[in-house]
């Protein structure tokens, strides 16, 4: 029987291509970078903040590390938010959804989660949230589903992830937890769907109702 949901945050929860476009656009620029070039792009949109930046910054070896990891926390997230655009059925199905099971998200955002969480009010829709900051190691590693697991004392079998990226499918397979794929078809996954409220359709969810 199913207990736990847990989602991804970028491109499930939020579009969020542009913010990151734009967030490390600004960071190269700091540093008289070229901005990103679009496979740079898809890049970063699925990795952890730390492989992002060294993939993008790759060319410029002449640029301490340490000195664009300094310039990166003192960047401000808070403008980039107005990139960011929530899935328009996601409260919804997070109402359906609380009552019933947990909730959690795994996530390779690091320090910018806090910000979105609050910004759009959604603290209060999730029982926990793990990041690259604070799982050993981040996605594709099975660290933050085994910890949200171990946490509510549930069994892989018994926990679904909502993911849409290659890094979501090695995340929920090495933990052995079932995946719907959003809105990519050509994922290995249990179920693909390309929107919230066609979860609740899915066998999971109908035979626990």
Known sequence: MLKLVVFDCDGVMFSSREANRHYYNDLLAAFS?????????????????????????????????????THRRRLDYAPYLRFMT???DLLEFLALLKPRYRTAISTNRTDTMDIILDTFALRPWFDMVVTA????????APDGLVMILDRFQVQPQEAIYIG????????????????????????????????????????????NG
């Open 33 to 69: 970078c070229r901005p990103m070039t679009e496979e740079e792009l898809d890049y970063a949109h699925i990795h952890n903040t730390h492989n992002s930046v060294a993939h993008i910054f790759r060319n410029h070896g002449h640029i301490a590390a340490e000195a664009i990891e």
């Open 86 to 88: 929530m899935e328009p």
């Open 133 to 140: 900051l604070s799982a050993p190691r981040p996605k594709p």
């Open 164 to 207: 849409d990226s290659v890094i979501d499918q090695e995340h929920s397979a090495a933990a052995g937890v079932d995946l719907i794929a959003f809105r990519n078809r050509a994922l290995n996954a249990r179920y693909h769907v390309d929107d919230f409220m066609s979860i609740a359709g899915l066998p999971p969810f109908r035979d």
